[in-house]
Structures are given as structure tokens and as C-alpha cells.
């Protein structure tokens, strides 16, 4: 696939089909991720991968983690406080939930409904591979950009194998559980989850894609001779 096609064909993925993915296509994937550039070159990622019945134990153990502690019991400094979110960024954030909700039929009062669907995070959205990325604390806030560039580059060399992502800032609300089941060291912050499988194109959570700024809404070009 051209790189190209793999950028404008990525989308978040939210129902993936049980075919399988072999371990050395996802090792290739990272072989191919890992010429992903970050400062001074610390390639500050660590990534556990997941399938089977580790996959099955930490989704039961993240459910139970969830049932005893609240939404928002593990706070964490390096996310955002959406009720101080601005504009346009708010706008953006709720279109967004409004065109999966849209998609699914389900109505934006309904608010079990609407926690159903996130909860759908806990299994992969059914995707039989589950990525996590962690970064030693030490490197935090600063190296955390080389771990969004690299999570990037995973998403579209997946796109290469014909295989789809979900990146999953869900799962910060549950890594408690996620260090204990995978038995991540406690001085690595987990950053960010992964769904990895292949998509499943019937589904309509897979139907909606989202719109896009025009380069002019968020570049500006300076010192440039004419306008052309
Ligand atoms: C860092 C990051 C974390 C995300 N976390 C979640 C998540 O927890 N659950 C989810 O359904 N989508 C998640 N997404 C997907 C975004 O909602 C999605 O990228 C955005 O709406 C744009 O849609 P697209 O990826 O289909 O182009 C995440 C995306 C990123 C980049």
C-alpha cells in the first residue's frame, strides 16, 4: 500500500472481525515502527502486546478494576480536563461522540447507551490484538510527543498488512489493572491502549468518518514570495 492510501484510509476502527493476527505480522509492524524519529534519539517506547487468554484475563481484570472504582478515581496530570476545554476543540469533541452515536442508532439522552459504547473499549471492540504503549515517568511531559509519533507509525504500517487501529486513551482510566495483569513496571506510565485486528466493514461504527480542517484552518504561511 502506498503510504499515501495508508494515511487517508486510517480510520478509527470501533468492530473488528475474530480473524487472528499472527505475531510476526504484528512483530513487523514495530520492526517497521521503530525507525520513528524522537528526541535525541531515546526511543522512549516500551509496547506490550496482547492476544488469547492474557488478553482475556486483563479484560476481565480492567472490568473488575472498573466496578470497584469509579470514573475519574485514577487521575492522571498529563490528560486534559475537558470541562476547560476551549473552542473549537470542545465542538470538535462532542461532533465527535455525536457521529458514533449517530452511526449506532443511539440517542444522545440515553445515557447507558452512550456508556455501553465506551465500555466496548474493555474488549478491543472485539479485536483480537491489544497494544499498549508505556514511557518510563522520567521522560514525562516532554518525551510523550515521540510516543504519539510512534503510536502513528504503528497505526500505518498496520495499514500495510491490510490490518486496522484503534488507539484507546480509555484504557489511562484503568492501568492499575493493566500494570498488574501485564506486570508492567510501575516507573512506566501507560499512555495510551491500541485495538489491532482486522475491521469489520458491515458494522455501522465503522460507517461514519469524521471531517476534517481545511490547511487553511490551521496553518499559517509566512515569508513566502506570492501566494501561489
Ligand atoms: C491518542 C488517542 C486516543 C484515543 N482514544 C480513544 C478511545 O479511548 N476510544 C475510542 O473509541 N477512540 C479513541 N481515539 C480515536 C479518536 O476518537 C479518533 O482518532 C478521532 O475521532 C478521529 O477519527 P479517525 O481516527 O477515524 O480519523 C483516540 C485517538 C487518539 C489519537
Avoid at 109 to 134: I, M
Avoid at 168 to 185: K, M, N, S
Wanted: include cysteine; glycine fraction near 8%; proline fraction near 8%.
Amino acid at each position: 500500500m502506498e503510504l499515501l492510501e495508508a494515511i487517508t484510509s486510517r480510520r478509527s476502527i470501533r468492530a473488528f472481525l475474530p480473524t487472528p493476527v499472527p505475531r510476526a505480522t504484528i512483530e513487523r509492524i514495530l520492526d517497521i515502527a521503530r525507525h520513528c524519529p524522537s528526541g535525541s534519539n531515546m526511543q522512549p517506547w516500551q509496547v506490550h502486546v496482547v492476544t488469547g487468554a492474557v488478553r482475556e484475563r486483563l479484560i476481565e481484570r480492567a472490568l473488575a478494576w472498573a466496578g470497584e472504582h469509579p470514573i475519574g478515581s485514577n487521575p492522571h496530570p498529563l490528560r486534559g480536563d475537558p470541562s476547560g476545554f476551549v473552542k473549537p476543540y470542545k465542538q470538535r469533541r462532542f461532533d465527535c461522540g455525536m457521529a458514533l452515536y449517530e452511526a449506532l442508532g443511539i440517542d444522545r439522552r440515553d445515557k447507558p447507551a452512550r456508556e455501553l459504547q465506551r465500555w466496548r473499549n474493555f474488549d478491543f471492540f472485539d479485536a483480537p490484538v491489544g497494544l499498549f504503549f508505556s514511557i518510563h515517568r522520567s521522560l514525562l511531559p516532554g518525551q510523550l510527543g515521540d510516543l504519539g509519533m510512534f503510536m502513528a507509525h504503528v497505526m500505518l504500517a498496520a495499514r500495510e498488512f491490510g490490518l486496522d487501529t484503534c488507539a484507546q486513551g480509555f484504557w489511562q482510566d484503568v492501568a492499575p489493572a493493566v500494570h498488574e495483569v501485564l506486570d508492567i513496571d510501575p516507573e512506566f506510565h501507560i499512555y495510551n491502549g491500541m485495538a489491532l485486528g482486522h475491521r469489520d466493514p458491515d458494522h455501522p461504527a465503522n460507517g461514519f468518518e469524521l471531517p476534517r480542517e481545511p490547511v487553511a484552518g490551521f496553518a499559517r504561511f509566512l515569508g513566502f514570495a506570492t501566494d501561489a
